[in-house]
């Protein structure tokens, strides 16, 4: 069983950043595809970026290419999400998630482990 905790959320002002961390442990990270998802209230959970097993392929969302970066240290078992320019709209719950493949998908179904969210909020 994978666990999955995520850290480095919080608040802050429009166009200041944050950086977010998530730690696996329990299985063989370095072969698992990894994502970033978020869920605004009354919104359904949506894919923010994703990053295949060693690093050399990258997904982002529209919304967040060019401001966000998504990165992996397979030696310390973490993913990264470096948010830059944040954005009133980017406040929501953010959650990592394992996928049990070395390439990433863009969908919160192709995704088998979750986090229990970091809550970012971001004010105008």
């Known amino acids: 069983q994978v666990q999955l905790v995520e850290s480095g959320g919080g608040l802050v002002q429009a166009g200041e950043s944050l950086r977010l961390s998530c730690l696996a442990s329990g299985g063989t990270f370095s072969t698992y595809a990894m994502g970033w998802f978020r869920q605004a209230p009354g919104k359904e959970r949506e894919f923010v970026a994703a990053i295949s097993w060693r690093g050399g392929s990258k997904l982002y969302a529209d919304s967040v290419k060019g401001r966000f970066t998504i990165s992996r240290d397979n030696a310390k078992n973490t993913v990264y999400l470096q948010m830059n320019s944040l954005k009133p709209e980017d406040t929501a719950v953010y959650y990592c998630?394992?996928?049990?493949?070395?390439?990433?998908?863009?969908?919160?179904?192709?995704?088998?482990?979750w986090g229990q969210g970091t809550q970012v909020t971001v004010s105008s």
């Open positions: 998630a394992a996928r049990t493949a070395l390439v990433p998908v863009p969908k919160p179904t192709a995704f088998d482990y």
